[in-house]
């Protein structure tokens, strides 16, 4: 019905960069937001950045002044650019949405499959 895939997590150094990629597909009829989440060993998932529109982002404060969420709503993809990373950045990934589907028209929240971001000291 619908689908989110993730790509462009990896290994990097502390310092580096990366950016993640998420597109949704599927029966779409339109997107109310969408998200970037991450999970780190033992630890809860928790959120890094959302947006809705254009311009409307919100960050934790962890990531505030690093990363940048950003949207591109033709291709229905949702980018996260992660700048100066930190071995405490390494974490799974996980794209999130908030997707009216057109088989449906109610609103629900969708997930990737999520990504591996290993970051070294």
């Known amino acids: 019905q619908v689908q989110l895939v993730e790509t462009g997590g990896g290994l990097v150094q502390a310092g580096g960069s990366l950016m993640l990629s998420c597109a949704a597909s599927?029966?779409?009829?339109?997107?109310?937001?969408m998200a970037w989440y991450r999970q780190a060993p033992g630890k809860l998932r928790e959120l890094v950045a959302n947006i809705r529109g254009v311009g409307d982002t919100n960050y934790a404060d962890s990531v505030k002044g690093r990363f940048t969420i950003s949207r591109d709503r033709a291709k229905n993809t949702v980018y996260l650019q992660m700048n100066s990373l930190s071995p405490e950045d390494t974490a799974v990934y996980y794209c999130?949405?908030?997707?009216?589907?057109?088989?449906?028209?109610?609103?629900?929240?969708?997930w990737g499959q999520g990504t591996q971001v290993t970051v070294s000291s």
């Open positions: 599927g029966s779409i009829f339109s997107i109310n937001s």
């Open positions: 999130n949405a908030n997707i009216i589907p057109s088989t449906t028209y109610r609103s629900s929240d969708w």
